[in-house]
Each structure stands twice: as structure tokens, then as C-alpha cells.
């Protein structure tokens, strides 16, 4: 069987099948997508890098579970339709975002994973040291500001966190991820809505074991074992009182615990309410109850 080769306005030679994979593995993650419930109806988008000058990305106002290679639709780095029957998605200025500012980047994927997307409605970032595998493969969650969806906002929003980070939740919106292939990013998704999950679990519990920033240095250091190119490195502690992340690197909240592997936080189980160093206020149920329990004789007086 002849390969026939396409030779790009870049000179880069791109192989029909080359084309034909990028294309098949788009519909794969869209069913993967689907089938978890991360995405509904017409939601998400997804895109991959043909060659210098062409994305090929998902056409709009069709059910990622439901996609076929046909339907995808090529556009230059501008934005400006090449080939295809659909239109594309309009959240395409996102991904271009993100290929702008990220020349390794050779997939993006856009869902709602709900939960994920329950702490990012909530404007809480995944950035605490919870779980070895999150810190040494995305580092940190951030969140990136709201801007209204397929408007110029929403970019701009990515804009500030897609250089150091793999993986952002979406303020009231959802979650992006990224990687040097379709795949890769697919699998990134998968595993900021499995943290989640296992971080609001914990949370409900009570209680969370934070690796200690020791440790997290020496995960850190296993990047390059595992080969694993990290954006960005994790940022250093940050200055006290500071309240906002910085954009260049990741902030990963883990304490100081010389010795230590592990360090119990019981902030959400103790005996009042209280603010962990991520800006995150945690009450216990019956706190909570008592604060309810508060406003309804308040708004009866009145």
C-alpha cells in the first residue's frame, strides 16, 4: 500500500495517514468524553496540531460521543477556516491560545467533568499536595478567571496560566488540558476529574494527609525518571499573606515538615471554622448547621 505524502505551506511533510490517526483519535477521546459524562449534548471541544500552519479541530453544535473523522474541520493558526462541510467550534480561540503559547503542545481537550467542574463553580483550585501521581504529572490545578464563553475572554483567561501548567480548571465553566498528543491531554482530563473526585471525598471525611513539601520535592525529582517534562517548576513558598498565585510557576500548598512524608490537616474537623492557605473557609457539618440555623432566626426577627 503507497503512503501518500501532503507537503504543507510550513515544508512539513505530513503523511494521509498521519492525518487519518490524528483525526481517528480525536473521535476516540470524544467518545472516552461521552461515555464518562464529562461532557453533554453539543459540549467540549477538542484539537490537534496538523503541521505549522494547520489545527484540526471539533466542528460545532455535534455530541462529542457521536463524532465521526469526516466531520472534522481544518483552520489555519488565525482561526480561518481550510477545509471541512461543518464550522468549527466557538471556543476555537482557546485552543489557539493555547497553541500560540505552547509550541510542545500538539493537543487540547475541553469538557465538563463534573466534578472538576464543581471546584472550579466553587473557585476552589486542585492545588493541594494530595496525591503523589497528580503532583508528579500535572504539578497543580490552578483556576483560570471567568470569561465568558467563545468570546475574547476566555482566552485571555487561559493566557495567564497556560505557560506553566498542563491542566487548568475554568472558573464556572469546566476544565482545559494539553499535550503532545490527543491522547495525552484526554488522559490529563481524566485525571483531574478522578482528583477531584478523591479530593472532595477526603474533604467530606474531615479530613486530608498533605504530602510535605519535602516530599514533593522529591516527586519533583522524578519527572525526568519517568520522563515526564514538566511546564514549569513548583514555586517556591510563597510570601506570607499573599493571596494570589503566582502565574509562572505551580503552586502546589504543601507544609513544611522536616522528616515527614505525610502531615495530617484536621482544619476541616476541628472545633471552628477555618481558612486553609489556599483561601479555602471549611466548616463541619454542624458548623454549617448553626450557621443556617443562625440566619433563619435572623431573617424571622426581622
Do not use: W
Amino acid at each position: 500500500m503507497s503512503l501518500r505524502l501532503v507537503i504543507s505551506e510550513s515544508g512539513i511533510a505530513l503523511s494521509t495517514r498521519a492525518e487519518e490517526q490524528i483525526r481517528a483519535d480525536i473521535v476516540e477521546a470524544g467518545r472516552r468524553l461521552y461515555a464518562r459524562g464529562f461532557v453533554a449534548s453539543n459540549d467540549g471541544n477538542i484539537s490537534a496540531r496538523l503541521d505549522g500552519q494547520r489545527l484540526v479541530t471539533t466542528p460545532k453544535s455535534v455530541s462529542k460521543g457521536f463524532m465521526t473523522p469526516d466531520m472534522m474541520v481544518v483552520v489555519d493558526y488565525e482561526g480561518k477556516k481550510l477545509s471541512g462541510d461543518r464550522d468549527p467550534s466557538s471556543e476555537l480561540p482557546m485552543h489557539l491560545e493555547i497553541y500560540r503559547n505552547r509550541p510542545d503542545v500538539n493537543g487540547v481537550v475541553h469538557a465538563h467533568p463534573p466534578t472538576a467542574t464543581g471546584f472550579a463553580v466553587a473557585g476552589i483550585p486542585l492545588t493541594r499536595a494530595v496525591l503523589a501521581e497528580v503532583v508528579t504529572t500535572l504539578g497543580s490545578i490552578p483556576i483560570a478567571e471567568y470569561g465568558t464563553p467563545s468570546t475574547a475572554e476566555l482566552p485571555e483567561a487561559v493566557r495567564k496560566y497556560i505557560k506553566a501548567h498542563d491542566g487548568m480548571l475554568l472558573a464556572n465553566h469546566g476544565a482545559v488540558t494539553c499535550g503532545n498528543s490527543v491522547m495525552s491531554a484526554h488522559f490529563k482530563m481524566e485525571t483531574i476529574e478522578h482528583f477531584a473526585k478523591i479530593s472532595l471525598v477526603a474533604r467530606l471525611l474531615g479530613r486530608e494527609h498533605l504530602l510535605s513539601r519535602e516530599e514533593v520535592g522529591r516527586l519533583q525529582g522524578l519527572r525526568g525518571t519517568y520522563g515526564i517534562a514538566a511546564p514549569a517548576p513548583i514555586c517556591a513558598d510563597p510570601e506570607p499573606g499573599a493571596l494570589t498565585p503566582d502565574p509562572s510557576c505551580q503552586t502546589v500548598f504543601a507544609p513544611e515538615a522536616p522528616g515527614e512524608r505525610l502531615v495530617p490537616d484536621t482544619s476541616v474537623a476541628s472545633g471552628s471554622p477555618a481558612i486553609g492557605n489556599d483561601g479555602e473557609i471549611r466548616l463541619t457539618y454542624a458548623q454549617l448547621t448553626e450557621l443556617i440555623d443562625e440566619a433563619v432566626k435572623q431573617i424571622v426577627k426581622t
